[in-house]
């Protein structure tokens, strides 16, 4: 079992950057596929990013490509959210999630459905 703790949200104008972390405990983070996730004021949850527990394949929703970055750090069982280019339509509650369901190789997961254990969140604001 693996317990996230996220961090690195808070209060950032539109075009700014926040980098999200993803603290995971236990000793075999390697082997874990690992996602971003965020809610949105009065929506539903929806997919932001993933990364294979390889490391070598990545995927982003639409609406963040090209301005977001996932990354991880198997030697400090850290994932990551680099997040550019912010707009007000990013602000949300982001949660990141984790399985070892799959082959580390397997491709990046992008449905809730398929992680087993989630952060409590932390909560991004976006000015205008």
């Known amino acids: 079992q693996v317990q996230l703790v996220e961090s690195g949200g808070g209060l950032v104008q539109a075009g700014g950057s926040l980098r999200l972390s993803c603290a995971a405990s236990?000793?075999?983070?390697?082997?874990?596929?690992m996602g971003w996730f965020r809610q949105p004021p009065g929506k539903e949850r929806e997919f932001v990013a993933a990364?294979?527990?390889?490391?070598?394949?990545?995927y982003y929703a639409d609406s963040v490509k090209g301005r977001f970055t996932i990354s991880r750090d198997d030697a400090t069982n850290t994932a990551y959210l680099q997040m550019n280019s912010l707009k007000p339509e990013d602000t949300a509650v982001y949660y990141c999630?984790?399985?070892?369901?799959?082959?580390?190789?397997?491709?990046?997961?992008?449905?809730?459905?398929?992680?087993?254990?989630w952060g409590q969140g932390t909560q991004v604001t976006v000015s205008s």
């Open positions: 990364i294979s527990g390889s490391g070598t394949n990545t």
């Open positions: 236990g000793r075999t983070f390697s082997t874990y596929a």
């Open positions: 999630a984790a399985t070892r369901r799959y082959s580390i190789f397997h491709i990046p997961l992008r449905a809730g459905p398929d992680y087993d254990y």
